[in-house]
């Protein structure tokens, strides 16, 4: 990637001085910045630019166990969490009350705000959101872990993503336009899409709650 296109799209958005002091900040820290400024620009081809140098940085860092100690309390490989209560047959149940197929591919478009849903006697939230990678697009249904410092996929979802047998522990995708590294589901949760706080965190997230009316409602705060 060019990155005279990147700091051409900084420059119109926050100057030229602002442009010079994020390129010299560490790389968790330009990362965090740069997200920020994605998660207040409206679609278009600076995003889009924006987007994909964030991925890059992503992937420069992919080996590293060094993670953004605002948003990472713990290693991801060592989260787990007990899920007991969502079965194949609430999946379909669920499915129909989001009103999309899971792991469909998609050409619907990335827009807030997000309508999800409380399930269950636990009010688990589960929210749509359509997660890219390499020009495939698919509809997830996650569920919300406010517990979890990071986001996981299931085998599946890496699969209907292009992965074949080799399933990596991590990979960089995009979750409803924002540049997000995702990881693969594990232990007691291995077959659930764990939306964590690291996408509010990336997304500047308003998360609302109605009980009454079973419904969540996800929106970015500008």
Known sequence: ?????????????????????????????????????????????????????????????????EFPSDTVTVHPAAYDVLIGDITPQDKCIIGDELGTVALEATEADVAFPIEGILYGAGSRIFIPLIVSKRGVSISVHFLFDTGSPCTYLRSETFAALGYGENIPSDTNVIIHGTALTAYLAHGHFENVDLLGQDYMVAIRGVVTLDYPLRKCIVNQKR
């Open 1 to 65: 990637m060019d990155i005279t296109d990147v700091n051409g799209v900084l420059e119109q958005i926050v100057g030229k001085s602002d442009t010079d002091r994020i390129n010299k900040m560490s790389p968790n820290s330009k990362l965090s910045s740069l997200r920020s400024i994605a998660s207040e620009m409206e679609n278009g081809k600076e995003l889009a630019i924006l987007q994909r140098y964030i991925v890059n940085l992503m992937e420069q860092r992919r080996d590293s166990l």
